[in-house]
């Protein structure tokens, strides 16, 4: 079995496929499923962030603009908490997440913010666009 995806969302699939084994209050013990979670090769897994990491995020965010380079947006915001290919970058800490979309060259296409988990006061802060688009 194959699980995809970051952060909640693949550590939910990842607990419910591993209790999917579990026996109940049984003496004899639960087999757990094979789980194999696919990582693209030259990408880094998660990392945690700090708190000041979130905070430069979010002053720094509406500097980077869509059609500049990966190297250009790391320079930036820091290293990315999630970097799983080629295609996508992500910045994840507490209630802030900043996703970047690049293209074939390795541009930024698109620039967002999941801000969904963000407060008034925390939505207020951001100055520019949460989805911006290359045009």
Same mark, same amino acid.
């Given at each position: 079995?194959?699980?995809?995806?970051?952060?909640?969302?693949?550590?939910?699939?990842?607990?419910?496929?591993?209790?999917?084994? #579990?026996?109940?209050?049984?003496?004899?013990?639960?087999?757990?499923?094979?789980?194999?979670?696919?990582?693209?090769?030259?990408?880094?897994?998660? +990392?945690?962030?700090?708190?000041?990491?979130?905070?430069?995020?979010?002053? @720094?965010? #509406?500097?980077?603009?869509?059609?500049?380079?990966?190297?250009?947006?790391?320079?930036?915001?820091?290293?990315?908490?999630?970097?799983?290919?080629?295609?996508?970058?992500?910045?994840?800490?507490?209630?802030?997440?900043?996703?970047?979309?690049?293209?074939? @060259?390795? @541009?930024? =296409?698109?620039?967002?913010?999941?801000?969904? +988990?963000? $407060?008034?006061?925390?939505?207020?802060?951001?100055? #520019?666009? $949460?989805? =911006?688009?290359?045009?």
């Amino acid at each position: 079995m194959i699980v995809r995806g970051r952060g909640f969302a693949a550590a939910i699939s990842t607990a419910a496929l591993l209790m999917a084994g #579990c026996s109940g209050g049984s003496a004899t013990p639960a087999t757990s499923p094979s789980i194999t979670i696919v990582i693209p090769s030259g990408s880094s897994a998660s +990392r945690p962030a700090s708190a000041t990491e979130v905070r430069g995020w979010a002053a @720094n965010w #509406c500097q980077a603009q869509p059609g500049i380079s990966k190297a250009q947006l790391i320079a930036i915001m820091g290293k990315p908490t999630s970097d799983f290919s080629a295609e996508s970058s992500s910045w994840d800490g507490y209630e802030w997440q900043f996703n970047a979309f690049y293209d074939a @060259n390795g @541009n930024v =296409r698109q620039l967002d913010i999941n801000d969904y +988990r963000l $407060t008034a006061a925390d939505k207020a802060t951001i100055t #520019c666009d $949460t989805t =911006r688009v290359a045009t």
